[in-house]
């Protein structure tokens, strides 16, 4: 049975696109068969991200107006078996996705044989949004650890709660967990920024993992590769621990406390 999961948050410019793209081949490389569809009519990143730019032709709005089929505009990732792209438009606005053409994208990736469907939300509330998260049966809502993005993803699981189809269904609110991104535990001991125990205790949803500042995470994007593929670099492990937690394996939070120094590391300042 296929899951459809909206990766959402309430501010911009917190990692979404990159945990939408990092979940996708980490479920992707566990052998599932797994879509990510980019929802961000007219800026349009997941491809990039995911290193595929140059292969779009034909994209989700294509497929909406009939322009194209699923098959012509869905990409297959080179790098990753069972991991498929659906880009989004560049150049029309997000009045051009509707709910009853997604639901159709969403019903013939499910009758391929797709085993995960990440839906990479635009930030914030308006269409683009809610009509990501309309089909999802699960929501992974990231947030950095500073006051402003924890209350904007508080207002989202507001609306994930009741302007879904599952809420209009009656079937209750959409289950939610959180992935904290950009955290340095170095800055949270300064007071520089929200524990992940502050951040936990406000939204009060489950805690799907947390990933660290790291300049892993932008020499991914630059160079168009998943971030989970880099393997020896925080980052990736951290987003490989989430997406097996994800799965439903039970995984010690890493990255997340000051590492001491021992006294040569402190005396030549190692």
Same mark, same amino acid.
């Given at each position: ?12 410019? %917190? ?71 659906? &880009? ?16 159709? %994208? ?31 049966? @699960? ?33 209750? @609110?959409? &289950? ?23 951040? %936990? ?50 995984? &010690?939070?890493? *990255? ?6 021992? *006294? ?7």
């Amino acid at each position: 049975m296929t899951k459809v999961v909206v990766v959402a948050s309430g501010k911009g410019g %917190v990692g979404k696109t990159t945990t939408s793209a990092a979940i996708a081949t980490g479920l992707a490389l566990r052998g599932f068969k797994t879509a990510v569809i980019d929802f961000d009519v007219g800026l349009r990143n997941l491809d990039l991200i995911m290193g595929c730019e140059r292969r779009v032709v034909y994209d989700i709005v294509n497929v909406i107006n009939g322009d194209a089929n699923l098959r012509q505009a869905l990409i297959k990732d080179k790098r990753t078996d069972n991991l498929y792209i659906l &880009p989004a438009s560049q150049t029309r606005d997000k009045d051009a996705l509707t709910m009853e053409g997604v639901g159709r %994208v969403i019903e013939e990736l499910s009758d391929m044989g797709m085993e995960y469907i990440i839906c990479d939300s635009p930030a914030g509330i308006e269409k683009g949004a809610l009509t990501a998260a309309y089909f999802a049966d @699960e929501a992974i809502v990231v947030t950095n650890p500073e006051v402003s993005s924890v209350r904007d993803s508080d207002r989202i699981l507001g609306i994930l709660a009741s302007k879904t189809k599952r809420a209009e269904e009656g079937k209750g @609110e959409l &289950p939610a967990r959180l992935l904290l991104s950009r955290y340095s535990a170095e800055r949270v001991e300064k007071g520089e920024m929200l524990s992940v125990e502050d951040v %936990v205790e406000i939204l009060a949803i489950p805690l799907l993992g947390v990933i660290p500042e790291s300049e892993a995470v932008l020499n991914a994007s630059n160079s168009g590769t998943p971030v989970t593929l880099d393997v020896d670099s925080d980052a990736g492990q951290a987003y490989l621990d989430a997406t097996a937690r994800f799965l439903g394996e039970e995984l &010690p939070l890493r *990255f997340v406390t000051v590492t001491k120094k021992g *006294f040569l590391g402190r005396l030549f300042g190692g």
